[in-house]
């Protein structure tokens, strides 16, 4: 059994992963707001110790950036991390095993390409669309990595470089600055949208102005054809049709995999992005691309985690 860890800004989730990479328990608490690194270390100590007993390994993906493979993490949604020596702490609770970090975005394609819809594939890459994009690079069957572990980053690829919107990153025009989940919504809102699926677990509610909405209540909308929202979902279709066909003309890749909250939009997202991609992929090795949803859903992150333990020859972070 592997131990499993998922770290993020909204929850921190653990489960224990057998050898076929299926969760058989797993646990998940709320990430603290505003917490201090001690504080946020006990609740992460404190969700795992009852998973503890008889682990072979510890796999973790955490937000970024961090110091890789070190394992000093800085994620930008947990300002009360900053340096911290998550993987240290671990090894120093779990002595005598192996214990592995990456980045969560690249866990989850991982996971996508052991056990879900990259299965087979050996030149893909997972994209997570959520509260950022990010991703994970797959040649040869086997994970890349890059010099400081941040290969497959597809976020800050460029798609709109003349008056683009501006970046966390400093930059201007980037994917994820155009097609991150919030930044769509508020692009939405900017252009008049009134969110008809604003309310907890999806679930339609009045638009209040007081409560914050999602790319996954845009995505809902876009679905039931509001316009705005169906016009916000091509905007960011297109961008990442532009930015797959960069990264497929530069990698030779065959697979384009897709999850997080935004992935559920269906056709409005899926659609504008085979338009841009089959209008910016001319080479002809690059129009054998496929892009498809992620299917393994909420548990791909732990999935991912425990695939750096378990299938160490295709995934292992030194």
């Not at 990479?21 to 707001?33: E, N, S």
């Not at 669309?129 to 990595?145: A, E, F, K, W, Y």
């Not at 989940?181 to 102005?209: F, K, M, Q």
């Not at 809902?220 to 990264?247: H, Q, W, Y």
Request: net charge negative; glycine share 16%; proline share 7%.
């Amino acid at each position: 059994m592997i131990l499993a860890i998922d770290v993020g800004g909204t929850k921190m989730a653990a489960a224990l992963v057998d050898a076929d990479g299926i969760p058989q328990r797993a646990a998940r608490v709320a990430t603290p707001l505003d917490a201090d690194a001690e504080t946020l270390w006990k609740t992460l100590a404190d969700l795992v110790e009852p998973l503890c007993g008889g682990v072979d390994g510890v796999g973790v993906g955490c937000g970024g950036p961090m110091t890789w493979p070190d394992g000093e993490v800085s994620p930008l949604n947990i300002p009360g991390w900053r340096g911290f020596p998550l993987r240290a702490r671990l090894a120093a609770r779990f002595p005598g095993i192996p214990v592995r970090i990456h980045n969560d975005a690249v866990c989850v394609a991982v996971a996508e390409h052991w056990q879900g819809a990259g299965r087979g594939s050996a030149d893909m890459l997972g994209m997570v669309v959520s509260t950022g994009v990010g991703g994970g690079l797959i040649l040869g069957g086997r994970l890349i990595n890059g010099g400081t572990g941040n290969a497959g980053h597809i976020g800050h690829v460029v798609v709109a470089p003349d008056g683009g919107p501006p970046c966390g990153c400093g930059g201007h025009g980037c994917l994820e600055a155009v097609a991150r989940g919030p930044a769509l919504a508020a692009w939405a809102l900017a252009h008049g949208w009134t969110p008809n699926s604003a309310g907890p677990d999806g679930r339609a509610e009045p638009y209040r102005e007081d409560r914050a909405v999602t790319g996954r209540a845009l995505a809902a909308d876009a679905l039931a054809g509001d316009e705005v929202a169906v016009a916000a979902m091509r905007r960011a279709g297109r961008a990442l049709g532009i930015a797959i066909a960069s990264a497929t003309h530069l990698c030779d890749l065959d697979l384009v995999t897709i999850g997080g909250g935004l992935s559920q939009a269906g056709e409005p997202l899926f659609g504008p992005l085979e338009e841009a991609l089959r209008e910016h992929a001319r080479m002809d090795f690059a129009r054998r691309v496929k892009v498809t949803p992620a299917s393994l859903g909420q548990e791909a992150g732990l999935v991912g985690a425990a695939a750096l333990i378990l299938a160490a020859e295709s995934y292992q972070a030194p």
